[in-house]
């Protein structure tokens, strides 16, 4: 029977915890037991045997907290796993229609494909290298499986069809014979025209073997339906690659307006009043004034203020005599007769 070192912890781990239950239940129900003994000596001895019962489990229960916690990444710095992951899948794709082409055209233009069939690291992430050491030739990675959830490192139903909107991707794989700081990359590119939609590129920070894993979560409008590839590079040198699909419309992200500022023109002045001259020259009973008219003042404000000056006024009198203005003498007062006083007799 072929047992792997995951099976093997797993099942000493339940070992471990069905003993350290069975241990502790025991040690108290003899504990419990010894305590209605009435001899001095045997009740002491039941106690004592309850004791270590307890005390086994207790052993027991940290065991079985160690080997759930510590002994699988333990096992596996002493013997590294293998590279290549054997998992039974969940979703078997049947291609259904086939499509043979009736034309074949001779192509006049020979393009070079963005992607080759030998993967290659594009300059621009080659110039983002930070680690100078130099990774061991005999390294492995497997081949890589995509799920939106991992536990351990490890795949949650993994898959090659995902439907939008689709989110957060890993994509897991084992590796072996890593050397710790060598510069690691994983590109995630779009088959249908080249985008690379995601990237990291870092010193190993793992172990020499175990599992591993690269995530990609873009915008949602990047998953766009088609067909996508990860590819794993070890400095500048390819390791491995895997693919898989998309499909379904994107969601369209929705956009937030940005208040503008408006500029406001600058105010214009309006004049309120004009200023009219309200008195007038009348002139008096007497001489004749000819009176020239005298233009009234205008007050332009906007936008630049004019002010004009009104002439002064002319004013040319003429004086004509009135018939009150010539002297006349009074009259001559001539005495009658009858005016004359005759004494009486």
């Not at 915890?17 to 001899?39: E, H, N, P, T």
């Not at 590294?80 to 794709?93: G, N, W």
């Not at 290659?120 to 080659?126: G, H, W």
């Not at 949602?220 to 895997?242: K, R």
Request: with cysteine.
């Amino acid at each position: 029977m072929n047992l792997d070192i995951s099976t093997a912890v797993q099942v000493a781990f339940f070992l471990s915890a069905v003993g350290f239950l069975l241990c502790l239940i025991l040690g108290i129900r003899v504990i419990l037991s010894g305590q209605k003994l009435k001899f001095f000596r045997k009740r002491r001895d039941t106690m004592l045997r309850g004791w270590r019962l307890v005390l086994i489990g207790i052993i027991l229960g940290a065991l079985a907290f160690s080997l759930r916690n510590f002994a699988e990444p333990a096992i596996y710095r002493v013997f590294p796993p293998s590279p290549t992951i054997t998992l039974t899948p969940t979703i078997t794709l049947t291609l259904t229609i086939t499509l043979t082409p009736t034309i074949t055209l001779t192509p006049t233009i020979t393009e070079t494909p963005a992607i080759s069939s030998t993967p290659q690291m594009p300059p621009v992430i080659v110039t983002q290298f930070t680690s100078v050491v130099t990774p061991k030739p005999d390294v492995v990675f497997s081949l890589l499986l995509f799920t939106q959830k991992i536990e351990k490192n490890l795949p949650v139903e993994p898959s090659i069809t995902f439907a939008n909107p689709v989110g957060r991707l890993y994509g897991t794989f084992s590796y072996d014979k890593m050397t710790p700081g060598a510069q690691w990359s994983a590109l995630w590119i779009r088959l249908s025209d080249g985008t690379l939609i995601c990237y990291e590129t870092k010193p190993w920070d793992g172990g020499t073997g175990g599992y591993g894993y690269t995530d990609c979560n873009p915008s949602s409008n990047q998953w766009l339906p088609g067909d996508y590839e990860v590819q794993l590079f070890i400095g500048t040198t390819w390791q491995s690659s895997g693919r898989f699909s998309v499909t379904g419309t994107p969601p369209t992200p929705t956009m937030t307006p940005t208040p503008s500022r408006t500029l406001t023109s600058s105010p214009t002045i309006t004049p309120t009043r004009s200023i009219t001259p309200t008195s007038s020259i009348t002139p008096t009973p007497g001489p004749t004034f000819t009176p020239t008219a005298i233009p009234s003042r205008t007050n332009t404000l906007p936008p630049t203020v004019t002010n004009t000056r009104a002439p002064p006024s002319t004013i040319n009198p003429t004086w004509t005599p009135r018939v009150a203005d010539t002297y006349v003498p009074p009259p001559t007062i001539t005495p009658h007769i009858a005016d004359t006083y005759v004494p009486p007799k």
